[in-house]
Protein backbone atom coordinates (compact mmCIF):
# COMPACT_ATOMS: atom_id res chain seq x y z
CA UNK A 1 0.00 0.00 0.00
CA UNK A 2 1.22 3.26 -0.81
CA UNK A 3 0.93 6.67 1.41
CA UNK A 4 -1.74 8.44 -0.67
CA UNK A 5 -4.34 5.51 -0.40
CA UNK A 6 -4.53 5.86 3.57
CA UNK A 7 -7.22 7.42 5.02
CA UNK A 8 -7.57 9.97 6.72
CA UNK A 9 -7.13 9.94 10.44
CA UNK A 10 -5.78 5.84 10.14
CA UNK A 11 -2.33 5.20 11.19
CA UNK A 12 0.62 3.62 8.85
CA UNK A 13 4.07 3.37 9.22
CA UNK A 14 6.59 3.63 7.08
CA UNK A 15 8.10 1.03 4.76
CA UNK A 16 10.21 1.91 2.08
CA UNK A 17 10.70 5.29 0.10
CA UNK A 18 10.66 5.24 -3.67
CA UNK A 19 11.33 8.65 -4.51
CA UNK A 20 14.34 10.81 -6.23
CA UNK A 21 17.20 11.54 -4.59
CA UNK A 22 16.91 14.83 -3.30
CA UNK A 23 12.63 14.16 -2.18
CA UNK A 24 14.43 11.03 -0.37
CA UNK A 25 16.88 12.92 1.57
CA UNK A 26 14.01 15.75 2.88
CA UNK A 27 11.39 13.25 3.87
CA UNK A 28 14.50 11.11 5.55
CA UNK A 29 15.41 14.42 7.77
CA UNK A 30 12.28 15.10 8.60
CA UNK A 31 11.92 11.61 9.70
CA UNK A 32 10.18 9.47 7.69
CA UNK A 33 12.29 6.16 8.45
CA UNK A 34 11.26 2.53 8.35
CA UNK A 35 8.45 2.28 11.21
CA UNK A 36 8.28 5.53 11.62
CA UNK A 37 3.95 6.22 12.75
CA UNK A 38 2.49 8.71 9.89
CA UNK A 39 -0.98 9.92 9.96
CA UNK A 40 -2.85 11.92 7.18
CA UNK A 41 -4.78 14.21 9.05
CA UNK A 42 -5.56 17.58 6.34
CA UNK A 43 -6.39 17.23 2.85
CA UNK A 44 -6.38 20.88 1.08
CA UNK A 45 -8.79 22.51 -0.55
CA UNK A 46 -7.47 21.69 -4.08
CA UNK A 47 -6.42 18.17 -2.88
CA UNK A 48 -2.87 18.70 -2.79
CA UNK A 49 -0.63 18.76 -0.90
CA UNK A 50 -2.32 16.70 2.89
CA UNK A 51 -0.74 17.03 6.33
CA UNK A 52 0.84 14.47 8.18
CA UNK A 53 1.46 14.25 11.43
CA UNK A 54 4.90 12.45 11.86
CA UNK A 55 6.28 12.22 15.02
CA UNK A 56 4.47 15.32 17.02
CA UNK A 57 5.17 17.78 14.03
CA UNK A 58 2.43 18.28 10.85
CA UNK A 59 4.26 17.98 7.88
CA UNK A 60 2.69 18.24 3.90
CA UNK A 61 3.77 15.99 1.64
CA UNK A 62 2.78 16.61 -2.53
CA UNK A 63 0.76 13.71 -4.01
CA UNK A 64 3.16 12.94 -6.62
CA UNK A 65 5.61 11.90 -3.01
CA UNK A 66 3.07 9.86 -1.46
CA UNK A 67 2.49 7.81 -4.48
CA UNK A 68 6.10 6.40 -3.71
CA UNK A 69 6.53 5.94 -0.04
CA UNK A 70 5.32 2.34 0.89
CA UNK A 71 3.48 2.06 4.08
CA UNK A 72 1.85 -0.75 6.43
CA UNK A 73 -1.14 -0.79 8.32
Known sequence: MTLNELKLNKTGYIKDLKCEDGVKRRLLDLGLINGTQITPIFVSASGDPTAFEVRGS??????????KIDIVV
Do not use: H, P, Q
Not at 58 to 67: G, H, K, N, Q, Y
Open 58 to 67: VIAIRVEDTR
